[in-house]
DNA sequence: GTATACCCCGGTTCTCCACTGGACTTTGCG
DNA sequence: CGCAAAGTCCAGTGGAGAACCGGGGTATAC
């Protein structure tokens, strides 16, 4: 599980959505394309994804635009990658039926090593993020004094 | 990190390479190639690629072949993988400069992740799974009876 | 010297990722 | 109502890389 365009560029944008939980008002595409340099029309597909999946809701019409669904400390990265980076291609690769024992040998050390950088994603939330977000940027203060 | 063809080869050639350490004589591609189910044309690639690293020796001209360059049990999983995925992959990834502060901690925890699915390839050595493939072969038995 | 292996380099096909475009629908506001 | 601003759906493109194949060269055992 490498880092892909798509999910950090969802990523972001749940980021900018969580930061802009406390007003009511939901964000529009361009505002998050734009200040997290994405491009618009691919950020539209990735929100549509998130949307399917239950993570954000979506206004429609002139004022419209996404809130998250949840509360941030809710949301964990797994369920954000799971999400974006389709179910599918977990099936496509339990699809895969072994042919040899060998090879069903490999397949489990993998999938070990999958479920330990599982783990990992699993371990943080948007919150998470949020505030090392915060902490690195007094960090980048402390250094610019 | 995913189980891509090339590295599912390289290891069930190293894992046949393991098993035939004991006798002094060298394996040929096109025996692996045969045995296992692998383009042999293909193979060839990946084997050059894995003496480059020093993981395998090769004997040019008749009754040639690849043995195992050192112990089984001193090969970890992880070196192989760092081998025959290219050393310039992780330069790509080391080398994306994050444009944003949020870019850079999505980046460091995704490095975090990365750590933890290492650290189960690195605790596994093409002994291990030789002994893996034996016990699993004995459960095969069982069930047959 | 010849057969048998590895060695090197290049090409081909196919799939997927990142990205773009256009037509449509829904909503707010004058 | 009518228009503009937003999301929604579907369809396509371009480039990159993965998997694979072929041909000619070189070393070695017999």
Redesign the interface.
């Known amino acids: 599980?490498?880092?892909s365009c798509k999910s950090?560029y969802a990523?972001?944008a749940l980021?900018a959505l969580a930061a802009n939980a406390g007003r009511g008002e939901p964000l529009q595409i361009r505002q998050i394309a734009a200040e997290?340099?994405i491009p618009d029309r691919y950020l539209e597909q990735l929100l549509a994804t998130l949307r399917r999946g239950g993570l954000v809701r979506s206004q429609r019409g002139a004022k419209g635009g996404y809130v998250l669904a949840g509360e941030p400390w809710k949301i964990t990265?797994l369920e954000i990658v799971n999400c974006i980076e389709g179910v599918e291609t977990q099936g496509a690769?339990a699809q895969r039926e072994p042919?040899?024992?060998?090879?069903?040998?490999?397949?489990?050390?993998?999938q070990?090593?999958?479920s330990?950088?599982?783990?990992?994603?699993q371990g943080?939330t948007l919150q998470d993020?949020l505030e090392?977000?915060d902490a690195?940027?007094q960090l980048?203060i402390m250094y610019y004094i």
């Open positions: 599980m490498d880092l950090e990523l972001l980021l997290q340099n990265l690769d042919k040899s024992v060998e090879g069903s040998v490999i397949f489990e050390v993998w070990e090593a999958r330990a950088s599982d783990a990992v994603l943080y993020l090392k977000r690195r940027r980048d």
